[in-house]
């Protein structure tokens, strides 16, 4: 067995023996349904609801990668606007630092008083959470640059552009894609967290609901599929990470460590 598939088979015993475990406790403490279900009966719920849970998942993934694609724009454009001047730097990190310090959930009522509930909150919600990630790990990239190589490349005749383009951006790869792993989990938190509050559509709003109702199993169900779908888009960058920054990879990927 290979190194790789020795890993997987780790992996997947680690997330079977977690869920074995969850049932055995749940029988055995005689834990009810209301408190925290069986994750056999999460499994049952989650195929029963499936067709009508269809829309919702449908309708979070849209806002969660239209913000997402947002706030990827709006974070590349600032942390190289950052990134490649010390002016810039030194002006826009506190209002960058402040921003991010305010808690997301206080900016969806505003986001509600401006737009109105439904699916804008959810959008705006889930860009901005994920800007600050964005600048930050292409502001500290581009500041990787050697000092010296830029001075090279100055006196070889190379312009302030043509050093970024061809120098300062392919060395921000590694860090720019270790931002997008981070920026589209945070994207899910903000369109969920938006859904719950400004919603009648996507898993936040069923969550909600089905927590109103006392369908605990069904809120579990949501919870297991933003988990999916979180890996599925965490893996899908991993996955472009290593084809487009192969050389800059030293080992496994942080989700395989």
């Known amino acids: 067995m290979t190194e790789k598939n020795r890993i997987r088979m780790l992996s997947f015993s680690l997330i079977f023996g ?12 005689d834990v009810s349904d209301l408190v925290l279900p069986r994750p056999s009966e999460i499994l049952v719920t989650l195929w029963v609801k499936f067709p009508i849970l269809v829309p919702h998942i ?22 190289i606007m950052v990134g490649t001047s010390k002016v810039a730097y030194a002006v826009a990190s506190p209002l960058l630092v402040g921003f991010s310090s305010i808690p997301k959930v206080a900016v969806v009522p505003i986001f509600v008083l401006w737009f109105g509930s439904g699916t804008t909150p959810a959008i705006l919600t889930a860009m901005v959470i994920c800007v600050f990630p964005i600048v930050v790990n292409i502001a500290t990239g581009l500041a990787t640059t050697e000092p010296d190589l830029e001075d090279v490349l100055k006196t070889l005749g190379a312009s302030k552009r043509e050093i970024l383009v061809n120098v300062g951006l392919p060395r921000t790869m590694p860090y720019f894609f ?4 981070v920026a589209i989990t945070l994207s899910f938190v903000g369109a969920v967290l938006s859904e719950t509050v400004a919603s009648n559509r996507g898993i936040g709003n069923v969550m909600m609901t089905a927590s109103s109702n006392f369908q605990v199993s069904l809120v579990f169900a949501g919870l297991i599929i933003l988990a999916l779908l979180g890996v ?17 990879t030293r080992g496994n990927d942080i989700a395989m460590s």
């Open 18 to 29: 977690f869920f074995l475990i969850w049932e055995v406790l749940c029988v055995l403490l």
């Open 58 to 79: 449908a309708q979070t993934l849209y806002s969660t990668l239209t913000g997402f694609v947002l706030g990827v724009a709006i974070g590349t454009a600032l942390g």
């Open 232 to 248: 599925a888009l965490y893996s899908l960058f991993s996955l472009l990470e290593r084809r487009v920054t192969g050389w800059a």
């Open 178 to 181: 270790a931002a997008l792993k």
